[in-house]
Nanobody
Framework: QVQLVESGGGLVQAGGSLRLSCAAS????????MGWYRQAPGKQRELVAS???????NYADSVKGRFTISRDIVKKTVYLQMNSLKPEDTAVYYC?????????????????WGQGTQVTVSS
């Protein structure tokens, strides 16, 4: 079994900053890509940012220049530094990881999700 555990969400005023973390645990052989998605009330889940390596990142247009994704391969952790936050960034943020791991029965490659962390930006 594997787990993705997010932390760092909370309430912040517009213009402020937050840093999200997501740590993967379990019998993990490799992590191919990690990313952050978000879902606001009444809206579909959308990609915020993803990372394969420090030189291979992808951002939603709405967060470019404000958010930075990074990862620590040794710690199996992905981070999302969010600056200049806007009320429209309010959502539940989910960590996602494409991993190869031992499920307890066999080795498999799957995308797994964290439980989500709430980010609320007040105006």
């Amino acid at each position: 079994q594997v787990q993705l555990v997010e932390s760092g969400g909370g309430l912040v005023q517009a213009g402020g900053s937050l840093r999200l973390s997501c740590a993967a645990s379990g019998t993990i052989f490799s992590i191919n890509a990690m990313g952050w998605y978000r879902q606001a009330p009444g809206k579909q889940r959308e990609l915020v940012a993803s990372i394969i390596s420090e030189s291979s990142t992808n951002y939603a247009d709405s967060v470019k220049g404000r958010f930075t994704i990074s990862r620590d391969i040794v710690k199996k952790t992905v981070y999302l530094q969010m600056n200049s936050l806007k009320p429209e960034d309010t959502a539940v943020y989910y960590c996602n990881a494409d991993m190869t791991y031992h499920s307890g029965i066999y080795i498999q490659r799957r995308e797994e999700w964290g439980q989500g962390t709430q980010v609320t930006v007040s105006s």
